[in-house]
């Protein structure tokens, strides 16, 4: 019977293959070949006398062996990043590269701003910022951090919420002066409004006042999917703007604009709690557990 330390190469790639869906996947992943990787799989079920995957030409299928060796394996690869993880983590300095996605809004208008102080701070930490709308996994894509705003965090992850965003409608003096305010939400519809557009529910605005909720569709002659741009457009008087806080504040605090229908609360999938992801690691690396206290001292006190 082989020693099980022989077969912990084994059974972190069988790991990566269930987690990649295919030995070719994993192989891209791990710098391999399909076909080493294969062996590594078979080698594994030969040491423990069970098939661990049913193979077609479509796709796999973990057997119950495989789905309970599965399980195991992954514990063995998360063990296995943290002891990688103690040189950093232990260091007087920390160093290395820190990569993180976040929203392209929330990086642009809030986390980029706090970046000049960080890098002079730590000068032995380099950052790079992954700047997209999609959902990132950070298993397969090597993503230290992942910033998500959601108020139903993924499983599998450690968490800690950083802050609340809320979203609101706001409109320039000019513009309500010359097509009036609205005192409900059933009114924007004979408005222009500058909304989102990257999908029909994006022009369905949603509002909440005391347990009751009204849906209203908008529409409007300018539509775009940044939030620097709508905001553009509502100060240069186009329409009624949905935004998320941090883009109108600066705007709102000089009575560039106003806000509407303040007594409502404007329901999207892009307001709740910014919450920061990462691998459950008991032991951060030293440059991640200083980008993540920075950024949350930098974000105080926390509402945006």
């Not at 800690?160 to 519809?189: F, K």
């Not at 935004?243 to 307001?271: C, I, K, M, N």
Request: proline share 6%; glycine share 6%; charged share 20%.
């Amino acid at each position: 019977m082989n020693h099980p330390l022989e077969n912990l190469a084994d059974m972190a790639v069988f790991a990566r293959v269930v987690d990649a869906g295919s030995f070719s996947a994993a192989a891209r992943q791990l710098g391999l070949t399909p076909s080493a990787v294969s062996r590594q799989v078979a080698r594994l079920e030969a040491a423990l006398h069970v098939r661990l995957l049913e193979r077609s030409t479509r796709k796999l299928r973990l057997t119950d062996a495989g789905s309970a060796a599965h399980t195991r394996c992954q514990t063995l690869v998360v063990a296995a990043r943290e002891v990688m993880a103690l040189t950093d983590t232990q260091g007087a300095t920390p160093s290395g590269l820190v990569r993180v996605s976040m929203p392209k809004a929330f990086a642009r208008q809030v986390v980029h701003p706090l970046m000049s102080a960080f890098l002079a701070r730590y000068p032995e930490v380099d950052v790079q910022l992954i700047i997209t709308d999609r959902t990132v996994d950070v298993f397969e894509e090597a993503i230290d951090l992942a910033i998500r705003i959601t108020d139903a965090p993924p499983p599998g992850l450690a968490g800690r919420p950083l802050m609340s965003v809320a979203h609101l409608i706001c409109a320039s003096p000019r513009y309500l002066a010359e097509r009036g305010t609205p005192t409900h939400p059933r009114d924007l519809a004979a408005h222009s409004c500058l909304y989102l557009g990257e999908d029909e529910r994006d022009r369905h605005w949603r509002f909440r006042k005391d347990g009751d909720e009204v849906t209203v569709r908008v529409s409007g002659r300018y539509v775009a999917n940044h939030s620097e741009v709508r905001l553009d457009g509502a100060l240069n008087h186009l329409g009624i703007a949905s935004l998320p806080e941090f883009t109108a504040r600066q705007s709102l605090a000089r009575g560039d604009l106003v806000r509407v229908l303040v007594d409502w609360t404007h329901l999207t999938d892009y307001a709740g709690t910014v919450w920061l992801l990462y691998p459950p690691n008991r032991h951060l690396p030293a440059k991640l557990r200083v980008w993540i206290d920075f950024v949350v001292a930098g974000l105080q006190p926390g509402v945006v």
